[in-house]
Each structure stands twice: as structure tokens, then as C-alpha cells.
């Protein structure tokens, strides 16, 4: 299994200010890839290069193993994009907005039905896009880029300015693409919550430079659990168990047990019980890929 | 906005920098020679046209990215919006034709024209064209808002300014061609024993008419505009 | 490649006016000479013993001021079909190069102005039969009337594309067409090199159909040098 987008040391400059740092992506085929940071991190920027809209200060991009500066027209064949808010000709009605860009690509009339099926547009094929909702003309936009079977999708914040019913289906429509047509899928966003729920995949970027890519499994592996123990007298508790050498922390009225495999529990609560003190509960507290994130973004802010 | 202000006048600099007078022979005071040719390119084109530049450029920022939902989110009448904009586009006009003035004296003192400068003409020539915009604005007003591009309301003011080349010529129909008048107003041939150039009921019919049916249609088109 | 992107191009100026304006340009010419002749038919019959020539060169007084200003409606209208909602992002990922876009762009708009140019023909034509100005008619003058303003209006066409479709602000390629017209309006004075005033074929220096090649020739390089600044931008 190769890599379907490869970039190397990529660098894009404006001025004086990187907006892409160094960013070496490598994107696996088949996967759904999380492209996360948050809003201002580069994350556009660095999809314009991919698609050949900007080009980059330094490094390469190798997108099917072919280099994007050599054979671009080549690969955006086989590239379908969304980026930002969709890209439409409000005067035109949603099956001719198919029409311009199918005429460029080449492929049959049919494709722009079985689209506009994919997303659900069909009984407004005949409608003119200002007509539109923002959600409909996000799926027009989804519709374009899938127009031609690509076997690349870039989306670029896809579900921006959707409501929950938008941002749902959307999420399906994506999670069907890489088993249903063998799409690998690109897909950025500033919602950790967003790609968690899609993603296989995931590189994280702040300030222009990439801090975290891996599987999301991974990831979530990050995702260390404290256990917290509701205690009669947290602070005197925590004490008595630093005194005997047991790595805890008091908090909001509670107990944190860093360490916490069984045999640590079990021993930390031992003593507590042993030196008098009620315990009422202990509970495991799971980190949410929210809190990780942020605590890398900050982090690397600082 | 600002170096758009400096394109008239500097276009009307060029004429009347160009322009031949010293061959001229006549007991004309050199001053409304000079102002005869910088006026024709200037106002029988340039301020109509330039008028929906200028309504194109104020509704911009609105049109961008939804600005107009913001705009009267905020609290304000929609009829003040309108208003606030014409007035501020014809305080730009004022502007555009007072730094005009100033190109009419700079060609003049170029040219080392001996004569007195005939202030009280000038001013009447500036003011009245000046007033004969009002209603073209007006209605570039409307066709900005009401088109997002900059194009289809420069094709309206085209199909309406490029007439009045013929328009002006003629004794009939010139008088009461609306796009005509700043050139009207503004030609120091015209009436000069009246307030202005053109004769005043010719001020308040077709300048103030088309003023009242331009600002009255834009008006009432803002108010129901959906954003 | 061109033509599959052409025919995209086609499709996208539909209800944009672009036709519209394509027959109105050269409506209004000949209109004005209706207006003209109307009112004063026999003042003009008795200017000149070449009634034809005479009301051509009556029709050409508008042909390069309508050109010019065709030219600069057309390019701000193309520029904002893309700009509207930054559909740039979505062409320019397309499979084709960016020289193609510009290219089609182009021809586009060459070819909406060359059928505008045909249509003055006719309508020229028609209103002179019309007028009933004589048997004599001069074919050969009216096709130069008709065609060689908009040939000799190539490098305005070239240079007007180029800062509308480089421009984010529509008012700075708007303005300068603004200042286009009145170069082309007053071209009478200006120096024989100013592009705005070939369309009128009144350079003293040259034959009209050496203003023909050169409009050619300087369409070409103008064009090339917005088709080069316009490919090595960034797409923002």
C-alpha cells in the first residue's frame, strides 16, 4: 500500500511569515485523513499547494508517486477538491453547474445524474444554485468534485457554516467514499470532535508546522486516564499518599492517581482505607481527544 | 477610494494642458477657453461614468461575504443606509469637482493666461454640475445594490451617458436628457444671466424630476431588497 | 483541450447578458444614426455628394467609444463570473493548464465582440438601404468600417482582460476602462501610440490597415503578457 499525497519539507512563505512550515504529509491510500489545527494553522494554504493553486516557496509534493510541479495537469485527472466555501455559478442552475465542469473533464453526460443522485440534488437538478441553501450548495459542491470518479478527494473544511442535520449527512456521505468508490480522502477541519468521527488517519498542524501525524488509534492512545477517587478530605489524603511514595494529586476535591494500573489502584486505595479515610468512589477519567489537542496546539504556542 | 478622486481631474489637466488656446483668436476671457475644452471629455463623460464607479466601489464592502446582512443587523434604518450612502457619494462628487477647479487654475497658470480668473463663473460652472449628478447618482446608487457586480451597472450608465455625446447638441431633446445635464450645467455657454447655465426650471424638472424618481426607486428598492 | 474548456466558457456566460450586451453594442451605434438622421436627414444628405461615405463615417463616430466600452463591460462581467464565489479555486484545479483558462477567456470574448463587429455590419447595412442613400453602395468600405476598428481594438481587448482578471477590486479595472473611453473620446489630440486610439483609424502616420496589423501585433504581446502575469499567481 503507497502513499497517495507525499510532501516533502514543504514550505510556503508570504513575506516575512512561513504559513507553511516544513510540512512533510504522508497520506496512505485508502484512508480517510484528518487534516486538523486550528483556523489560521496553514491548513489552507497547504491544500492550495496540494492542488496546484499556490505555488510552494521549497520542498516537493508527490501526489500518485508523480511530482506535482512536472505533471499537474496528470494528477488533477484523478483529483477531486472542495475547498473553503463551495466554488458555483449562481445564475446557472445546479445540473448546468455539472454541465461546465463536465464538459473540461471529458466523462459522460450520465455522471452528472448518478452525482446529483450521490447527494441528493436530483429533484433540484433544474433549479438555479442562488435558489439554494447553504447546505444544498455544499453538496453541489461535493457533487462537482466527485464528478469525474476522482481517486483523490480534497475537502477543505466541508461542513463549515452547516447545521447538525447538514454536518451528519455530509459525515455519512465521506465515510462511504473510500470502501464504496476506493477513494482516498483528504479532508481538513478545525473540530477535533469532526474528525474523530471520520478520520482513519490524522495529521495535526499549528502555526504552520506539523505536530502529530499518525493513526487515530493512536492518538487516542495519547489520551492517558487519570483515575479519581472521591475521598472524605482530599487534601489530607493526598498528602498521606505522597508521604508513602504514591504519585497523586488533589484537585477540585478530589484524588488523582496518575499511575493507574490495577495494582496501583487497588494499593493507593488500600492505604487510604487503612489510614481512616472514607472513600466514596473511583472512577476513571478519560481525556477526550478535545483536551489533547489542545494541550498540543497550546503547547507549541507557548 | 482616494486615487480614484484624482483620475477626473487629472484627465481634465491633460486636456487643458493640450489644449491650444494662446492660437486662439478671440475677446473671450482666456479663462472660459480653457474651461470649454477641459469641460468636454470631463463632464459629459467622466462624472456621469464615474458616478457608478464611485456607487459600485460604496456598496462593495456590503456585497462581499454577506456584508449587507450585517450591516442592517445593526440598529439602523434601511432608508438612513440609503441615504447615508448618497450623501456621502455626493460629498465624494464635491470633492472630485473642487479638486477639478484646481486643475482648471493649475492648466491656466501653465499656460500663463493674463486675464482675471472669473472666480463667481467657475464656481457657478462647478456647483451647477455638481448638482446636475444628483440624480445620476441616484440611480447608480440603485443599480449597485442591486447588482453584485461592478459590470452590469456600468453597461446601464453606458447605455444612458453615450447618448448624451448627441444629446447635448441638440436644441430639442438636450435639455431634457437627464445624462446631459452636468455638461449642460457646466458649459459656460449656456444662459449665464440665470443662477446657473441652463435656465432654472430646467434645474428643478429634469434635475430635480429625475432626482426625485431615481433616489424615490432606489429608496423603495432597499427597503424591500431581501439579503 | 481549448475547446472542451471554450464550450465550459460558453455555457457559463448564459443569462449573464454577455449576448445582450453583444447585440445592444452595435444597436446603439447605428441607433444613434437613426436619431441622427431622423431629426436631420436633410441637413446631412446635403453635407457631403457621397451620402454612403458620409453616413459611415457618421456610424464609425460611435463604433470605437461602443468598442472600447464593450470591451470594458465584457472583461469586468467575465472577471466576475469566476469572482463571485471564487470559483478560480474550482477552475484552476482542473486539468488544464492555466494558459488554457486565459487563452479561452480570451477568445471568448474576441469571438463576442467579432459577432457585435458582424452585426454592425448589417445593421449598418440595413439602416443605409433604409435611408435609401444611393445604389452605389461601397461593400468594401462598410467591411472595413465594421471589422477593422475591432482588430485595431485587440490590444485595448488584451489589456483590459488582463487587469480585470488580476484584479480583486472590479473598481480598478472599471476605472480604467473609465479612462480608456476618454482616451479613446479624445484620441482626436492624443499621440498616435496610445493603443485607445486605433480603434477610431485615425492615425495620421499609417494606412487604416497598417493600425489593422498593428492591433495584431500588439494584441499579441499584450495578451502574452497578461496570459504570463495571470499563470504566475497564486490563487488565493
Known amino acids: 500500500m503507497g502513499y497517495v499525497i507525499q510532501t516533502n519539507h514543504l514550505v510556503k512563505q508570504f513575506g516575512q511569515e512561513k504559513a507553511v512550515d516544513n510540512i512533510s504529509l504522508a497520506i496512505p491510500e485508502g484512508e480517510v485523513y484528518g487534516f486538523l489545527g486550528p483556523n489560521g494553522a496553514g491548513k489552507t494554504t497547504t491544500i492550495r499547494m496540494l492542488l496546484g493553486l499556490m505555488t510552494s516557496t521549497s520542498g516537493s509534493i508527490h501526489i500518485f508517486n508523480q511530482d506535482l510541479n512536472k505533471e499537474r495537469i496528470d494528477i488533477l485527472k484523478h483529483v477531486g477538491s472542495l475547498v473553503e466555501n463551495p466554488s458555483y455559478y449562481p445564475h446557472l442552475t445546479a445540473e448546468e453547474n455539472l454541465e461546465v465542469f463536465r464538459k473540461v473533464y471529458g466523462v459522460p453526460k450520465s455522471r452528472i445524474r448518478e452525482v446529483l443522485g450521490v447527494v441528493r440534488l436530483s429533484d433540484v437538478a433544474g433549479k438555479k444554485v442562488k435558489a439554494f441553501s447553504l447546505g444544498m450548495k455544499q453538496r453541489l459542491g461535493i457533487a462537482i468534485a466527485l464528478l469525474h470518479q476522482p481517486k483523490l478527494l480534497i475537502l477543505d473544511e466541508p461542513t463549515n457554516g452547516l447545521d447538525p442535520s447538514g454536518i451528519i449527512e455530509i459525515r455519512h456521505l465521506i465515510k462511504r467514499l473510500p470502501d464504496e468508490f476506493g477513494m482516498t480522502v483528504l479532508i481538513s477541519s478545525h473540530l477535533l470532535s469532526e474528525i474523530d468521527q471520520i478520520a482513519t488517519s490524522v495529521g495535526i498542524i499549528s502555526e504552520g508546522k506539523m505536530i502529530f501525524q499518525d493513526s487515530i488509534e493512536n492518538l487516542r492512545e495519547h489520551a492517558q486516564q487519570n483515575v479519581v477517587l472521591r475521598v472524605s478530605d482530599s487534601i489530607a489524603a493526598s498528602q498521606a499518599l505522597l508521604v508513602r511514595g504514591v504519585d497523586a494529586k488533589n484537585q477540585d476535591g478530589r484524588v488523582y492517581l496518575h499511575e493507574n494500573s490495577d495494582d496501583h489502584v487497588s494499593q493507593a486505595i488500600r492505604m487510604l482505607v487503612q489510614d481512616g479515610y472514607a472513600v466514596y468512589r473511583a472512577e476513571e477519567e478519560k481525556r477526550s481527544l478535545e483536551d489533547i489537542f489542545l494541550a498540543m496546539t497550546k503547547g507549541h504556542a507557548s | 477610494m482616494l486615487p480614484v478622486l484624482f483620475v477626473g481631474p487629472a484627465i481634465a489637466l491633460m486636456t487643458g494642458l493640450m489644449s491650444n488656446i494662446a492660437a486662439m483668436e478671440t475677446e473671450m476671457n482666456a479663462w472660459y477657453l480653457l474651461l470649454q475644452y477641459m469641460i468636454l471629455p470631463y463632464a459629459l463623460l467622466f462624472l456621469p461614468l464615474m458616478a457608478g464607479v464611485l456607487s459600485g466601489l460604496i456598496c462593495r464592502y456590503e456585497h462581499q461575504a454577506g456584508g449587507w446582512k450585517q450591516f442592517l443587523s445593526l440598529p439602523v434604518t434601511r432608508g438612513s443606509v440609503f441615504t447615508v450612502k448618497y450623501l456621502l457619494l455626493i460629498a465624494t462628487v464635491f470633492a472630485i469637482q473642487l479638486l477639478f477647479l484646481g486643475a482648471v487654475y493649475l492648466a491656466g497658470t501653465v499656460k500663463e493666461i493674463a486675464d482675471p480668473f472669473p472666480m463667481m463663473i467657475i464656481w457657478k460652472s462647478v456647483l451647477g454640475g455638481w448638482i446636475a449628478i444628483f440624480p445620476l447618482v441616484a440611480l447608480q446608487l440603485w443599480m449597485s445594490m442591486f447588482w453584485k457586480n461592478f459590470a452590469a451597472p456600468f453597461a446601464v450608465n453606458v447605455i444612458f451617458t453615450l447618448p448624451s455625446i448627441l444629446a447635448v447638441n441638440s436644441e430639442t431633446f438636450g435639455p431634457y436628457y437627464p445624462w446631459g445635464q452636468p455638461f449642460l450645467m457646466m458649459y459656460t455657454g449656456g444662459a449665464s444671466e440665470s443662477v446657473f447655465y441652463v435656465p432654472w426650471d430646467q434645474v428643478l424638472t429634469v434635475v430635480g424630476g429625475s432626482l426625485v424618481v431615481f433616489f424615490a426607486a432606489g429608496w423603495t428598492y432597499f427597503q424591500r431588497k431581501s439579503v | ?236
Open chain 3, 1 to 236: 483541450m481549448i475547446g472542451q474548456l471554450l464550450r465550459s466558457d460558453f455555457l457559463k456566460i448564459r443569462r449573464k447578458g454577455f449576448w445582450l450586451l453583444t447585440v445592444i453594442g452595435p444597436l446603439g451605434v447605428v441607433f444613434m444614426q437613426t436619431v441622427n438622421y431622423g431629426v436631420r436627414k436633410d441637413y446631412l444628405l446635403k453635407q457631403s455628394d457621397d451620402n454612403w461615405s458620409y453616413y459611415l463615417s457618421n456610424v464609425n463616430m460611435f463604433t470605437p467609444l461602443a468598442l472600447v466600452l464593450g470591451i470594458v463591460i465584457l472583461t469586468s462581467l467575465m472577471a466576475s463570473v469566476e469572482n463571485e464565489t471564487n470559483a478560480w479555486k474550482q477552475l484552476i484545479a482542473l486539468p488544464v493548464s492555466k494558459m488554457t483558462v486565459y487563452l479561452s477567456k480570451f477568445t471568448v470574448l474576441a469571438a463576442l465582440l467579432l459577432v457585435a463587429s458582424l452585426l454592425l455590419m448589417l445593421f449598418t447595412l440595413g439602416y443605409g438601404y433604409y435611408l435609401d442613400l444611393g445604389t452605389d453602395i461601397p461593400y468594401i468600405d462598410v467591411v472595413k468600417f465594421s471589422f477593422y476598428p475591432y482588430i485595431a481594438a485587440l490590444p485595448v481587448l488584451a489589456i483590459h482582460l488582463w487587469i480585470a482578471l488580476v484584479s480583486k477590486n472590479q473598481g480598478v479595472p472599471v476605472t480604467t476602462g473609465v479612462i480608456g473611453v476618454i482616451l479613446t473620446y479624445m484620441s482626436y489630440n492624443l499621440p498616435d501610440w496610445l493603443i485607445w486610439k486605433w480603434p477610431a483609424l485615425m492615425n495620421g502616420w499609417v494606412e487604416p490597415l497598417t493600425i489593422v496589423w498593428l492591433g495584431i501585433g500588439f494584441g499579441v504581446l499584450l495578451y502574452l503578457a497578461g496570459m504570463l502575469d495571470f499563470v504566475r499567481r497564486d490563487v488565493t
